[in-house]
Nanobody
Framework: QVQLVESGGGSVQTGGSLRLSCAAS????????MGWFRQAPGKEREGVAV????????YYTDSVKARFTISRDNAKNTVYLQMNSLKPEDTGMYYC????????????????????WGQGAQVTVSS
């Protein structure tokens, strides 16, 4: 059973920065895809970015490219999301999630492939 615990988040003004962390535990397989998904009030959950723990491949949704950076620290079993140039439309609950297997870009929009989820971290960007 994979456990995911998020930290970080908070409230910033437009143009500000925040960093999210996701610590994973409880798994032994080397191939795992971890990433960030967000849900704004009244909207469906959407993929933001994913990273492959072993191969290092990365995929972003178009709206965050050049502003967000996902990274990993395998020694700490932790994935990070550095969010810069934040916009009000980035507001939402951010969830860490994991898929056992290699990362593929399709995981960003096929959330059924992600059986493991964290509790979420709130990100609020005010104008």
């Amino acid at each position: 059973q994979v456990q995911l615990v998020e930290s970080g988040g908070g409230s910033v003004q437009t143009g500000g920065s925040l960093r999210l962390s996701c610590a994973a535990s409880g798994y032994t397989f080397s191939t795992i895809c971890m990433g960030w998904f967000r849900q704004a009030p009244g909207k469906e959950r959407e993929g933001v970015a994913v990273i492959d723990r072993y191969y290092g491949s990365i995929y972003y949704t178009d709206s965050v490219k050049a502003r967000f950076t996902i990274s990993r620290d395998n020694a700490k079993n932790t994935v990070y999301l550095q969010m810069n140039s934040l916009k009000p439309e980035d507001t939402g609950m951010y969830y860490c999630a994991a898929h056992v297997g290699r990362c593929q870009s399709s995981i960003l929009w096929d959330l059924t492939r992600l059986p493991y989820w964290g509790q979420g971290a709130q990100v609020t960007v005010s104008s």
